[in-house]
T-cell receptor, first 111, second 115 residues
Framework: GEDVEQSLFLSVREGDSSVINCTYTDSSSTYLYWYKQEPGAGLQLLTYIFSNMDMKQDQRLTVLLNKKDKHLSLRIADTQTGDSAIYFC???????????FGAGTRLAVHP | EPEVTQTPSHQVTQMGQEVILRCVPI?????FYWYRQILGQKVEFLVS????????KSEIFDDQFSVERPDGSNFTLKIRSTKLEDSAMYFC?????????????FGPGTRLLVL
């Protein structure tokens, strides 16, 4: 079945770049998403990429997609303490576009 | 900016009781979803709903669960007889359509605690 895997934890220094990686299984996924979840809060859509793209840049965020390896990454440039959160990768699948989420990567930003 | 809203934000109930979680999707959206997140675990798909009927459901969505769109604005998830393992954060989501760049917008969630 569909599955999405992510590393569980990443610690970076403020000002450095963060790279969060994700692998997925459904090669027919049209869109892949990154959501951010702060403690006790809901899911905030950060960015998404269409499956025929290799890269998408949106301000400090860069998404890279390697469709052959089914690998997705999210790079956050100049990481700030406010970026500390859990980041979920999700693939869209099925006829009604349900989302399959990874377990989330907890990003900790330290001074 | 339009947003998905959910009520209540927190609910505590006794095992075996019925609960109804409420969602107001974005007004012109046509597709609706429920997801849940058990504490510390993945967000899991429960059910999708379109044109007043369930379009897809997961294995989690058994006979204890039901969904309804009782009027033009609300979308509800009912758990008939809650179990301890139903304790989770429940997220509602909606999207305008399935084609193009129609992303799902999530509500803030309802935290359900079953005692």
């Amino acid at each position: 079945g569909e599955d999405v895997e992510q590393s569980l934890f990443l610690s970076v220094r403020e000002g450095d770049s963060s790279v969060i990686n994700c692998t997925y299984t459904d090669s027919s996924s049209t869109y892949l998403y990154w959501y951010k979840q702060e403690p006790g809060a809901g899911l905030q859509l950060l960015t998404y990429i269409f499956s025929n793209m290799d890269m998408k840049q949106d301000q400090r965020l860069t998404v890279l997609l390697n469709k052959k390896d089914k690998h997705l990454s999210l790079r956050i440039a100049d990481t700030q303490t406010g970026d500390s959160a859990i980041y979920f990768c999700a693939e869209e699948t099925g006829g009604y576009n349900k989302l399959i989420f990874g377990a989330g990567t907890r990003l900790a930003v330290h001074p | 900016e339009p947003e998905v809203t959910q009520t209540p934000s927190h609910q505590v109930t006794q095992m075996g009781q019925e609960v109804i979680l409420r969602c107001v999707p974005i007004s012109n959206h046509l597709y609706f979803y429920w997801y849940r997140q058990i504490l510390g675990q993945k967000v899991e798909f429960l059910v999708s709903f379109y044109n007043n009927e369930i379009s897809e459901k997961s294995e989690i969505f058994d006979d204890q669960f039901s969904v309804e769109r009782p009027d033009g604005s609300n979308f509800t998830l009912k758990i008939r007889s809650t179990k301890l393992e139903d304790s989770a954060m429940y997220f509602c989501a909606s999207t305008l359509g399935l084609a193009g760049q129609e992303t799902q917008y999530f509500g803030p969630g309802t935290r359900l605690l079953v005692l």
